[in-house]
Antibody, heavy 123, light 108 residues
Framework: QLQLQESGPGLVKPSETLSLTCTVS??????????WGWIRQPPGKGLEWIGS???????YYNPSLKSRVSISVDTSKNQFSLRVNSVTAADTAVYYC???????????????WGQGTLVTVSS | EIVLTQSPGTLSLSPGERATLSCRAS???????LAWYKQRPGQAPRLLIY???SRATGIPDRFSGSGSGTDFTFTISRLEPEDFAVYYC?????????FGQGTKLEIK
């Protein structure tokens, strides 16, 4: 059974870089059958797609975040990662990683998701 | 960007009743690439419906979806206690892939 686990600092200072890693078990990030991605949810609010990546390294980003976001994949460690630069309080959210339903579909529908990790931006 | 508007914001029903949720898009959703997720407090969302009407793996047939173009509906035929949660629609046909604001299904 596929499982995804987010990890990284829970507190980041304003203007610094948020870095998270998603570790995949029960599946492989080198599979050509899926994309992998990140979604976030500010406390008490709705969901926002951040971006997705294919095993080859091809990336797809939300234009609203594209200038500050980078997603990478390390197939040797079966992990993929998220970096968000120049964070502000508006970046405070639960960050989820997920695998897409299939590479036959656009890279924005996720099943399953990780449990999520809260990242707070504060000095 | 496609804006998804869900209604109602909150739906109060009793177990055993039928729930009908709506999702309206600001533009046509390409190929009916419309999904529905369920989120319980403190948990990650779980995919229920994709392609507007296809059930994800392991989802009971009391959950169904329909619609095309800009108007989509999600139905739970007979509510179970575990169905009370927040439901989100999402379009994944046009980047950026966007979510509705959610409908909270609460026990009456």
């Amino acid at each position: 059974q596929l499982q995804l686990q987010e990890s990284g600092p829970g507190l980041v200072k304003p203007s610094e870089t948020l870095s998270l890693t998603c570790t995949v078990s029960g599946g492989s990030t080198s599979s050509s059958s899926y994309y992998w991605g990140w979604i976030r949810q500010p406390p008490g609010k709705g969901l926002e797609w951040i971006g997705s990546i294919y095993y080859s390294g091809s990336t797809y980003y939300n234009p609203s975040l594209k200038s500050r976001v980078s997603i990478s994949v390390d197939t040797s460690k079966n992990q993929f990662s998220l970096r968000v630069n120049s964070v502000t309080a508006a970046d405070t959210a639960v960050y989820y990683c997920g695998r897409t339903l299939s590479s036959r579909w656009p890279p924005g529908i996720f099943d399953p998701w990780g449990q999520g990790t809260l990242v707070t931006v504060s000095s | 960007e496609i804006v998804l508007t869900q209604s109602p914001g909150t739906l109060s029903l009793s177990p055993g009743e039928r729930a009908t949720l709506s999702c309206r898009a600001s533009q046509t959703v390409s190929n009916s690439y419309l999904a529905w997720y369920k989120q319980r407090p403190g948990q990650a969302p779980r995919l229920l419906i994709y392609g507007a009407s296809s059930r994800a793996t392991g989802i009971p047939d009391r959950f169904s979806g329909s619609g095309s173009g800009t108007d989509f509906t999600f139905t739970i035929s007979r509510l179970e206690p575990e169905d009370f949660a927040v439901y989100y629609c999402q379009q994944y046909g046009t980047s950026p892939y966007t979510f509705g604001q959610g409908t909270k299904l609460e026990i009456k």
